[in-house]
């Protein structure tokens, strides 16, 4: 938190979520604030300390590039206007926000859009990857706990063999499910799959964690249909299932002739690097649903992300700050609150 205050933020602090903050005010009578924010966690569980390895071409390290990179591209920022005393015409609300990754849902950034969004005007999200990015929207999520039980007589894998076994019940509707003709620009995901406690025992119970992700919510529901269609051919013989949505980030999108846009690419190719739009999930996700206007940017080029293999290119990475300096400056320039 120091180094935040050394940069010149105000009230700075750490939230109930675990978020840092801080607040770059240099027009006290303007109500409306730039979000400027990248996550602070990372996918993996990792041993600790982390080490960093470095080669001629490379730094390694499980976190190095994702977001790593995002952070510190966003404190040289804040360092870069301090040291060189830019004068600044837009207020700033910072944020290292925590949860982004995996079953964290992104619930750092769901607490800052809840708590500040009468003041956020734009949203400058700051990521890993790639250099050159724009992303001005986001893939819809559904996530759930699944589980199957199975009422029985007994469970004694020799004498009860016919009982209702949890384990096969759920493997035939993993089968069932990738079966289906799913809608345009969708996907699925099963994994931590559990059930069963003895060799000789019939499982009770089993389950597993679910995804889809589409590019149109009106898709990510009709997913949701299509496996509560697939449960009901299942559910027979004292066999029901239990389904708890773990999180829920609806698709949405912003246009690509918006000055958000518009700016990064136009900063990018002046420093040669090759604007594309992406589609993607990031913390960006939760601003874009309540519909403020938002940007995501790539800091550095990675590889192996979201692994303990991960890794940043090097010779790439000081062009990948400076471009996340020069399109806030740019904006800072052009947006009118």
Known sequence: ???LSSFGLKNVHRDAEGNAIGFLITHPKQKKFILLCAHADTACDTPSPIRV???ATFLH???ICDNAAGVTALLTFLKFVRDVKIPLEQNYLVVFTVGEEGLGAKRGMKRIITKYEKIISHVVNIESHDIGRVTNACVGQYRADFSVIAKQKGAHSW????????VVILSSIIHDLSKITRPKDTTYNVTAIQGGKSINAIPGEAKMLLEFRAERQKNINALVQLFHRVLRTHKKGGVTFKLTMLSMTKAASMPKNHLLCTTARKVQRSLGIRPFFKIGNTDGDV???RGIPTVTLGASNGFATHSLEEKMEKK??????EQVIEIILALDRKIRT
């Open 159 to 166: 004498r009860n063999f016919g009982e209702p076994n949890a």
């Open 61 to 63: 390290a499980h976190g």
């Open 287 to 289: 601003s874009l649903a």
């Open 1 to 3: 938190m120091k180094i």
């Open 316 to 321: 790439t990475y000081l062009k990948g700050v």
């Open 53 to 55: 390895r470095e080669d």
